[in-house]
């Protein structure tokens, strides 16, 4: 888990290094040795339109890799609508807005889930040939791509025997797009071009997308990052020709450009007369003899939730703050949400782990404190739940 972390901070890095790479790049075009020659030309903006398969790679899923469509069909599909500017023949910048579902389904724990999505990304894209070769003869063309978006998603979980809903993200409670939650998307794949024409394409895409949570499958797990895979096939339209900069020709290794000698100016001597004359201030011996008083700080301890009074029968509206399928670190889950740790309780319920605060015997008053803790405790997701005895039960009286 420790290396897929540091594989993420990695890709990050490259694909910042790249994005300065392209803008040096777009500087450094009309540099160089020699004249330039049109002869070739490329087109500088693309419109690409793909549509493919989405699968989670995440906690609740029944494979490690490949869907399954046993006992659930993960298999989910999405569109995809870029605009490409071309900075170079090298480096070229997209757009991309996403809509697809994602869902997964795990026997082993009795649950599935489900979620749709909105994701708009901004993506750099490396075409390597060119580097080498900025011919346009060819039939096809390799390209690298990175970059970082957001996505707005809704997602739910639930019991595979009886399709309850065991827990939900977003759906009108989160802060992104229409109640979605909203989480950072960093992304990498590849793809390859196969010309039509002069102006049309026929592209295949492959992308993997990690998402800044470990919670779009509401099931936190070691590795802090869900992760799924995007492969499309598209067409896009090439527009906005330009000509390519050839270089005719490049001086040998013995021929040496003059450089002019730079003539520096001659430090300037500024007279003492004209020096800032800086006082310092006198301290007298009673000053330094005299006692320094230092007043002993105050600690205010800030009260983060109220901690109420518990029915003695244990029956009442308590706030689920998380679902997991293994216990969570409450000392984490406390720190994360600014809640008191000895406020939250675990409890079992359709065999996972659950974490609940606070207990209400009016639905008012508990409806209150949930909108507290969404809006105060980072935890935009939380949502009433019925205990009666100490246990949480499917159906709220």
């Known amino acids: 888990m420790k290396t897929a972390t540091l594989h993420l901070k990695y890709a990050s890095t490259l694909i910042v290094l790249l994005i300065l790479t392209a803008f040096s790049g777009l500087f450094a075009q009309s540099g160089g040795y020699g004249e330039y020659d049109g002869s070739e030309t490329y087109n500088r903006w693309a419109i690409r339109l793909s549509g493919g398969t989405a699968v989670f790679l995440g906690d609740v899923k029944q494979e490690p890799i490949l869907p399954s469509a046993n006992p659930f069909n993960e298999w989910r599909f999405g569109g995809q609508l870029g605009l490409e500017y071309r900075i170079s023949p090298v480096f070229s910048l997209a757009g991309k807005a996403l809509y697809s579902e994602l869902a997964g389904a795990k026997s082993k724990t009795n649950t599935y889930f489900q979620a749709d999505m909105f994701e708009g990304s901004l993506n750099l894209f490396l075409y390597p040939v060119n580097i080498f070769s900025n011919s346009n003869g060819r039939i096809a063309d390799l390209y690298l791509m990175g970059g970082i978006g957001l996505s707005n998603f809704n997602s739910k979980l639930y019991n595979l025997s009886t399709n309850n809903v065991i827990a939900s993200s977003g759906s009108g409670n989160g802060i992104g797009l229409m109640g979605r939650t909203f989480e950072p998307v960093l992304s990498a794949g590849f793809g390859i071009d196969f010309l039509l024409s002069e102006k049309w394409i026929i592209s295949i895409e492959n992308s993997n997308k990690a998402f800044n949570s470990d919670l779009i499958d509401l099931t936190a797990s070691q590795f802090k990052y869900d992760v799924y895979n995007f492969t499309a096939i598209g067409l896009t339209y090439k527009f906005g020709e330009k000509p390519f900069k050839h270089l ?110 606070g207990l209400y015997e009016d639905h008012q008053e508990a409806l209150k404190a949930m909108q507290k803790i969404r809006r105060d405790h980072a935890t935009p997701d939380a949502f009433l739940v019925y205990f009666r005895d100490g246990k949480r039960i499917g159906v709220k009286p």
Do not use: C, H, W
């Not at 040496?256 to 001597?269: D, F, H, R």
């Not at 330094?288 to 007043?295: N, R, S």
């Open 248 to 357: 005719k020709g490049r001086p040998a290794d013995d021929q040496y450009t003059e450089v002019a000698e730079i003539q520096m100016p001659e430090p300037q001597i500024i007279s003492e007369k004209n020096e800032p004359v800086v006082e310092l201030p006198v301290i007298t011996p009673e000053e330094v003899a005299k006692p320094v008083i230092v007043e002993e700080p105050t600690i205010v301890v800030p009260i983060v939730v109220e901690k109420e009074e518990k029915a003695p029968s244990q029956t009442g509206y308590r706030v689920q703050l998380l679902a997991t399928s293994k216990p969570y670190d409450k000392a984490k889950l406390a720190a994360k949400t600014k809640i008191n740790p000895d406020l939250i309780e675990e409890s079992m319920f359709n065999g996972l782990y659950i974490y609940v605060t």
